[in-house]
């Protein structure tokens, strides 16, 4: 089973930028393709975004295309979000997820404030 860790997350402003990052424990790592999802206080866990297990293929939902790039090395073991233009309605708790095999992180938390 791989094990992941978030973290990156904290306090931005409108605007800003964060950069999240998921590690992975395991040499199968790159064998899986990785979801980010985030989920907000009363909210349902919402899709973000996803990379292919060699990283040729992305995909976002479209709340974050054009502001959000996934990106990951397998020698590293490291995915990462790199998030831009952050808006407020970005806070949430993000976590990363294996597929298959769902892996979850425990969550890294990303607030938008002024």
């Known amino acids: 089973q791989v094990r992941l860790v978030e973290s990156g997350g904290g306090l931005a402003q409108p605007g800003g930028s964060l950069r999240l990052s998921c590690a992975a424990s395991g040499s199968i790592f790159r064998h899986y393709d990785i979801e980010w999802y985030r989920q907000a206080p009363g909210k349902q866990r919402e899709f973000v975004a996803r990379?292919?297990?060699?990283?040729?293929?992305?995909n976002y939902v479209d709340s974050v295309k054009g502001r959000f790039t996934i990106s990951r090395d397998n020698a590293k073991n490291t995915v990462t979000l790199q998030m831009n233009s952050l808006k407020p309605e970005d806070t949430a708790v993000y976590f990363c997820?294996?597929?298959?095999?769902?892996?979850w992180g425990q969550g890294t938390q990303v607030t938008v404030s002024s």
């Open positions: 990379i292919s297990s060699g990283g040729g293929i992305s």
């Open positions: 997820h294996t597929v298959p095999g769902g892996a």
